[in-house]
């Protein structure tokens, strides 16, 4: 979009009954592209004897950035003949500069004109005067197309083949940015990926120049609130604001063991354990995803029951993990015989008779098994009357 603002003086002096002049000088400040600044001085003759007038002009263009004083980025003088009536013929002084080494801020002309015919010995001057201010702001800032919290990227990990996971219910790795107001820009935005930090890469996107990108984590922040990746629009390269981008992750558990439940199944029993996970920033409990307890291969047994399952199940806020002994006549290498020891129901206190152990990692991120943030290991512990989670590390170190 351009903008053209101009000022306007008559010229007043005595001019020779043999040539007169309605002449003028014409200060004008105009954007003429998405990265461009235009200022020109003219001066022009509206009617008179226009062939027997020459023309000097002087002008700069000036700037005031926001808070700060004004500036000369211009200036300079043009000496002429008119060749005609109108603006379009008279003697012009221009300049163009750029706007992104400038940024935000106002930009004026200031111009004077001398007006002389030498042959009739007439003259008179026009004094300096400012066109009316430009005002320039950078385009907005990108911003997730959506509500903030609703598309904020975090890192969920990887699955066992490596890939890496794109969502877990109310969390995903990738969003849609669209750019901010272009504050008169024009076109098609570029998109320009700023990262760095202690690893080689953070994100991706999708596209350099287009209405949107999807931006994706490829890995997470150096710390809570740690903007290690930046994403900014450019038009004909005056850049916008700069969208900071915090890449969150599971990160911790806390095992809510003071709401461990233990309850009579039959003759067994089953015991509810309770996690909450937190993210980089612990004092933010995440809500609504997917975990799993994978086995690490290392186990112990002290009885013929089977193995301790694998679980994985969608927490909503909280991890809500079930552990359930293996009914009295199910144990043995087909499930067909009789457990020894035989489970019991919960005692009061309960019972120190182990029967089995495993090590687990939980992971944060899937309900697959072995896919997502790791961000515990424990020992998974089977006993005759309840089951429990014990030797908790966290947070663990990750890739």
């Not at 306007?8 to 001019?15: D, G, P, T, V, Y």
């Amino acid at each position: 979009m351009k903008y053209t603002l101009f000022f306007l003086l008559l010229i007043s002096f005595a001019a020779s009954a043999q040539c007169p002049i309605e002449a003028y000088v014409t200060k004008t400040s105009q954007r003429t592209g998405d990265n461009s600044m235009s200022g020109s001085v003219i001066g022009w003759a509206a009617s008179g004897y226009w062939w027997e007038w020459q023309v000097e002009v002087t002008g700069a263009l000036k700037f005031t950035p926001q808070g700060g004083s004004v500036s000369t980025i211009d200036s300079g003088s043009k000496f002429g003949w008119l060749s005609d009536i109108g603006i379009m013929n008279g003697v012009r002084w221009g300049t163009s500069k750029d706007l992104e080494s400038r940024g935000n801020g106002a930009y004026y002309t200031t111009g004077s004109g001398v007006f002389v015919a030498p042959y009739c010995g007439a003259g008179g001057t026009i004094p300096a005067a400012n066109s009316p201010t430009q005002t320039i702001r950078r385009p907005e800032r990108p911003t997730y197309q959506t509500a903030p919290y609703q598309d904020a990227i975090m890192h969920l990990g990887k699955d066992a083949s490596g890939n890496l996971i794109a969502a877990t219910q109310q969390y995903k790795s990738s969003s849609i940015i669209a750019p901010g107001n272009s504050n008169g820009a024009s076109g098609t935005p570029a998109w320009t990926l700023v990262q760095s930090g202690l690893k080689p890469e953070y994100a991706s996107i999708s596209t350099t120049s287009g209405p949107s990108t999807t931006i994706k984590a490829l890995s997470y922040s150096d710390n809570c609130l740690t903007y290690n990746v930046q994403l900014k629009t450019s038009y004909d390269g005056f850049y916008s604001d700069v969208m900071y981008i915090f890449i969150n992750r599971p990160h911790r558990s806390i095992y809510r063991y003071w709401e461990d439940q233990h309850h009579s199944l039959g003759s067994s029993y089953s015991s509810f354990l309770s996690y909450e996970t937190l993210t980089r920033c612990e004092g933010i409990a995440m809500d609504g995803y997917g975990v799993n307890f994978t086995p690490t291969g290392i186990a112990s047994s002290f009885s013929n029951w089977p193995s301790i399952p694998s679980v994985s199940t969608v927490a909503s806020p909280n991890i809500e993990l079930a552990l359930l002994a293996p009914a009295p006549n199910t144990c043995g290498p087909n499930g067909n015989e009789a457990c020894n020891p035989l489970p019991t129901n919960p005692q009061n206190p309960l019972g120190n008779q182990e029967t089995q152990n495993r090590y687990e990692v939980l992971k944060v991120g899937s309900v697959m098994l072995d896919a997502g943030v790791a961000v515990q290991d424990h020992l998974s512990r089977r006993y005759r009357d309840h089951a429990t989670h014990t030797n908790q590390v966290t947070p663990l170190v990750l890739d």
